[in-house]
Antibody
């Protein structure tokens, strides 16, 4: 059973960058994607992007293109999400979640969805 | 971009009652829709995938239905632990995974 453990809370200045980690245990890390989702205070869920560690290929939501970089280290089974040019609106809880493969497996397949999730990392952007 | 609209925004019910939550897509997503439950201070949890399949360990009182643009999550008889926020998510434009804005299920 895969478990995802994220790094701790961060406080950042506007204009700086933050890098959040997500370490997987159990399962085969490289064979599935890790997606990143954020949730601003009192708001809904927003998909940011994902990476398939075995290929090193990342996909990003249009909104974050150019400002987010998602990477993975297969040797430590850890995925990273770096967000740059931080502004106050980036204050949010950032989650990682196990995702599916390069293409979706033939439906219905639980593996094509976000399960499980990490515990979340609060990033506060404040001057 | 496919937009998911959930209704109602808030649903007030009592334990034992039946809950019906709706998710409507701006264009067809076939059956590529999931439902998640989120409790305060916790990460979301997958409940239903591919519109109508319960995830591992999810109680039978949770069921999903629909295809195309209209989807429903039904909780047959509410337990106290079911009061939470519920989100739908679509993945018809793989690998992107957009979410609805959520429905808060609160105790009446």
């Amino acid at each position: 059973q895969v478990q995802l453990v994220q790094s701790g809370a961060e406080v950042k200045k506007p204009g700086s960058s933050v890098k959040v980690s997500c370490k997987a245990s159990g399962g085969t890390f490289s064979s599935y994607a890790i997606s990143w989702v954020r949730q601003a205070p009192g708001q809904g869920l927003e998909w940011m992007g994902r990476i398939i560690p075995i290929l090193g290929i990342a996909n990003y939501a249009q909104k974050f293109q150019g400002r987010v970089t998602i990477t993975a280290d297969k040797s430590t089974s850890t995925a990273y999400m770096e967000l740059s040019s931080l502004r106050s609106e980036d204050t949010a809880v950032y989650y990682c979640a196990r995702d599916g493969g390069v293409v979706p497996a033939a439906s219905p397949r639980q593996e094509n969805w976000f399960d499980p999730w990490g515990q979340g990392t609060l990033v506060t952007v404040s001057s | 971009e496919i937009v998911l609209t959930q209704s109602p925004a808030t649903l007030s019910l009592s334990p034992g009652e039946r809950a019906t939550l709706s998710c409507r897509a701006s264009q067809s997503v076939s059956s590529y829709l999931a439902w998640y439950q989120q409790k305060p201070g916790q990460a979301p949890r997958l409940l239903i995938y591919d519109a109508s399949n319960r995830a591992t360990g999810i109680p039978a009182r949770f069921s999903g239905s629909g295809s195309g643009t209209d989807f429903t999550l039904t909780i047959s008889s509410l337990e106290p632990e079911d009061f939470a926020v519920y989100y739908c998510q679509q993945r018809s434009n793989w690998p992107r995974g957009t979410f609805g804005q959520g429905t808060k299920l609160e105790i009446k």
